[in-house]
């Protein structure tokens, strides 16, 4: 059954980003700067929104702090997003895509 509202790719991007935020050792990467988020003032946050009808797939670039088993942290996320969009919009979220692409070294340990 299609619902007789919208939600914005806005939107499933906010809540995909608030999901992440709960995921510990985990940050989305911040993609170079492009011509059009100059002019709107507004920056993506390595997160990609694919939408066809109701169904949904996500493409996640994150860096993951060091020492973390990454296979554990990229599931931790693509559960958090896939249970946060698919609860709070009822759409079916069928891929969450992590790709990472950095590790969050601390200080002490990058200085050698």
């Known amino acids: 059954m ?5 939600i914005s790719s806005d939107v ?4 995909a980003q608030l999901a992440l935020d709960e995921v510990e050792g985990l940050t989305p990467v911040t993609p170079p700067v492009r011509m059009g ?4 003032g507004r920056r993506a946050k390595g997160i990609l929104v694919e939408r066809e009808g109701e169904r ?3 493409h996640l ?11 554990e942290v990229a599931r931790a996320a ?5 249970e946060a969009v698919s609860s709070m919009t009822g759409l ?11 590790i969050d ?8």
């Open 56 to 58: 949904l797939g996500f």
């Open 105 to 112: 070294v601390p200080e002490e340990l990058s200085r050698g």
């Open 78 to 82: 693509q559960r958090a997003v896939r």
């Open 37 to 40: 988020e100059i002019l709107t």
């Open 2 to 6: 299609t619902p007789d509202f919208d």
């Open 92 to 102: 079916t979220v069928e891929t969450v895509e992590v790709s990472v692409e950095a």
């Open 12 to 15: 499933l991007y906010g809540i």
């Open 61 to 71: 670039s994150v860096r993951v702090r060091y020492g973390l088993a990454i296979p």
